[in-house]
């Protein structure tokens, strides 16, 4: 079935330094990326929405550039954490949509990037 | 607007018990709808999915749900709990397959 791979799957880094999370899709082509944080014991929410060529859309409250996010091709979108702080440590999933399996749209999840800023 | 709420951040029953979690969504479209399960320190794993089909969606690991839209509901249920049903579930709503909102979830406990 269709795969999403996130690199690295954890990170640690010291406060003040940036840090870049890839999220690919393997085996299909992602029109669109859509990138959440999960705070411990919560929900995930969605904090941008990447689209193949263009510009993020981020959802309100998400500082566009504390997070960067850049989708140079259809089965690869980076998110990079600017100047990290200890509040920024979180757990970051991305999902990819497209056409996998044939002619069937859907959206698969990667198995997240634990950050820990220190 | 689209926004799910899950009833019962905690849910505990017994192994052989059948398992009810709740999920009620507010969508100004059709709604797609999903059930992801999670466990510590793991990214999300695809249960099972409306996409506007058939309104009973029969998942993986014998979890089923169902669409009712009068009721703006979509509960998860399996009959007999196994005790590797422990974890967090998650129900999720979007328009199509585009940006997903999530509920709280709700944290599933299997008692021997």
């Known amino acids: 079935g269709a795969v999403v791979s996130q690199h690295p799957s954890r990170v640690i880094c010291k406060s003040g330094t940036s840090v870049k999370i890839e999220c690919r899709s393997l085996d299909f082509q992602a029109t669109t990326m859509f990138w959440y944080r999960q705070f411990p014991k919560q929900s995930l929410m969605l904090m941008a929405t990447?689209?193949?060529?263009?510009?993020?859309?981020?959802e309100q409250g998400v500082e566009k550039d504390k997070f960067l996010i850049n989708h140079a091709s259809l089965t690869l979108s980076t998110l990079t954490v600017t100047s990290a702080h200890p509040e920024d440590s979180s757990f970051y999933i991305c999902s990819a949509r497209g056409l996998a399996g044939g002619n069937q749209e859907t959206q698969y999840f990667g198995p997240g990037t634990r950050l820990l800023v220190l | 607007a689209q926004s799910v709420t899950q009833l019962g951040s905690h849910v505990s029953v017994s192994e052989g018990a059948l398992v009810l979690l709740r999920c009620n969504y507010s969508?100004?479209?059709?709604?797609?709808l999903f059930w992801y399960v999670q466990y510590p320190n793991q990214g999300l794993q695809l249960l099972l999915k409306?996409?506007?089909?058939?309104?009973l969606v029969k998942g993986i690991n014998g979890f089923e749900a169902e669409f009712k839209k009068s009721e703006t509901s979509f509960h998860l249920t399996k009959p007999s709990a196994h005790m590797s049903d422990a974890a967090e579930y998650f129900c999720?709503?979007?328009?199509?397959?585009?940006?997903?909102?999530f509920g709280s979830g709700t944290k599933l406990n299997v008692k021997p």
């Open positions: 999720a709503v979007s328009g199509g397959f585009n940006k997903f909102y």
């Open positions: 409306y996409t506007s089909a058939a309104t």
């Open positions: 969508s100004s479209v059709p709604p797609y």
């Open positions: 990447s689209n193949e060529g263009s510009k993020a859309t981020y």
